[in-house]
């Protein structure tokens, strides 16, 4: 973990001497780890009746003592995908929810959902695998209604099998998980598929416009100071654009041994894996 604390921009501040958190304005807070390695960065979405926390970070602090401090309603918990940095709280809330998948149903024992080995990946950072109790399966397409407040839940495989995204239309903004990031772009772990990632950035793209905002789930791209990582439309049509040329050319492409590298745009790098191995 990084001893150094950078100096948080704007809307951001220090909660405690761990954890970063910012007023987003339409009822949404970042909450970001920026002593973390990884520079996690989860989003509380507050509604008039409950509240959803899209992600919940690796688990070296407790995260559910910030939430609480940020509201007073119900909160449920939805993670962008199930690799350990985004799933590391999610024992700490009764209220949990996954996309319903007939893959993730299957993962259910006596009631308890268990994290498959790479799955979750914690293994790499020496993270356990804790088990939790799934509340609510939540319908692919469908609206989470917190009131007066509601998100679309869109599936992006890609990344991994189970990843989604949140889109708040009457705030245009799109909570993204790993699908977008302003750094390393993994698209070469166990599950990644190079042709639906590319075809996941599409379907974004179309969906969204130039005045939409992206949060993604890592940030600190400048060590002296953290931010929202925060993208755009161009953005995912970079990422398309790379994703694509990775999918469909059948020699390698980019540099590199593996991962293989290849550019997006000046904010993002594609790391990918050979096209025959995630097709």
């Known amino acids: 973990m990084n001893s150094v604390k950078p100096a948080p921009a704007e809307p951001l501040h220090w909660f405690d001497d761990y954890y970063v958190v910012g007023d987003m304005g339409e009822g949404a807070f970042a909450i970001g780890e920026p002593l973390y390695g990884q520079c996690n960065f989860s ?50 809330f009764d209220d949990v929810a996954l996309p319903d998948l007939p893959q993730l149903r299957r993962q259910v024992r006596d009631g308890m959902f268990s994290l498959r080995f790479y799955q979750s990946l914690g293994f790499v950072e020496g993270f356990k695998r804790l088990p939790f109790r799934v509340s609510r399966w939540l319908a692919l397409g469908s609206a989470i209604d917190l009131g007066e407040r509601r998100l679309q839940l869109i599936s992006v495989p890609g990344h991994t099998p189970e990843s989604v995204v949140l889109f708040d239309r009457s ?5 993204a998980g790993d699908f977008i990031y302003p750094s390393d772009i993994y698209a070469f772990l166990p599950g990644a598929n190079l042709s639906e990632y590319a075809a996941s ?60 590298t290849l550019p997006v745009n000046g904010r993002m790098t594609l790391l990918a894996t050979y096209p025959w191995m995630a097709r």
């Open 201 to 260: 950035a599409r379907r974004i793209y179309a969906m969204v416009n130039d005045q939409t905002r992206i949060y993604g789930a890592h940030g600190c791209d400048r060590p002296s100071q953290v931010d929202v990582p925060t993208l755009n439309r161009s953005d995912v049509g970079a990422l398309a654009a790379a994703l694509a040329q990775a999918a469909a050319t059948p020699g390698p492409v980019g540099t590199g041994w593996f991962p293989r």
């Open 171 to 175: 705030a245009n903004r799109v909570y």
């Open 43 to 92: 989003y509380l979405i507050v509604g008039t009746n409950r509240a959803l926390l899209f992600d919940t970070g690796p688990g070296v602090r407790d995260i559910a003592a910030v939430v609480r401090a940020l509201t007073p309603l119900p909160v449920e918990v939805l993670p962008s995908h199930l690799h350990f940095d985004h799933t590391g709280n999610l024992h700490r």
